[in-house]
């Protein structure tokens, strides 16, 4: 089982930028795996935001970050990033990291959960 610890989150104003980190230990990520964050915020459901193929570097994003959002991965710390650029009140949510054996497009994917880091968008 592997352990996802966030860290990055915080207050900041729209159109700020904040970058958030996940850190992955207990064991190595392989080729086929993938690690990405989802969102959640008060009274919604847990939605995904982006995904990085571990192999190969596939990317996928939630269609309102596309272009604002950049999700990157660092294979020798175990270690993906998170580029939240021109933040919008509406990104204001729990960031979780979230890991798993295939593409983790859904909830439904994923096989490992980080604890979650607040993310606060607000003048």
């Known amino acids: 089982q592997v352990q996802l610890v966030e860290s990055g989150g915080g207050l900041e104003q729209p159109g700020g930028s904040l970058r958030l980190s996940c850190e992955a230990s207990?064991?190595?990520?392989?080729?086929?795996?993938?690690v990405g964050w989802f969102r959640q915020a008060p009274g919604q459901e847990r939605e995904f935001v982006a995904a990085?193929?571990?192999?190969?570097?596939?990317?996928y994003y939630l269609n309102s970050v596309k272009g604002r959002f950049t999700i990157s991965a660092d294979n020798a710390k175990n270690t993906v990033y998170l580029q939240m650029n021109s933040l919008l009140t509406e990104d204001t949510a729990v960031y979780y990291c979230?890991?798993?054996?295939?593409?983790?497009?859904?909830?439904?994917?994923?096989?490992?959960w980080g604890q979650g880091t607040q993310v606060t968008v607000s003048s």
């Open positions: 990085i193929r571990w192999g190969g570097g596939e990317t």
């Open positions: 979230a890991a798993g054996p295939r593409r983790i497009l859904t909830t439904t994917a994923v096989t490992s």
């Open positions: 207990g064991r190595t990520f392989i080729s086929t795996d993938s």
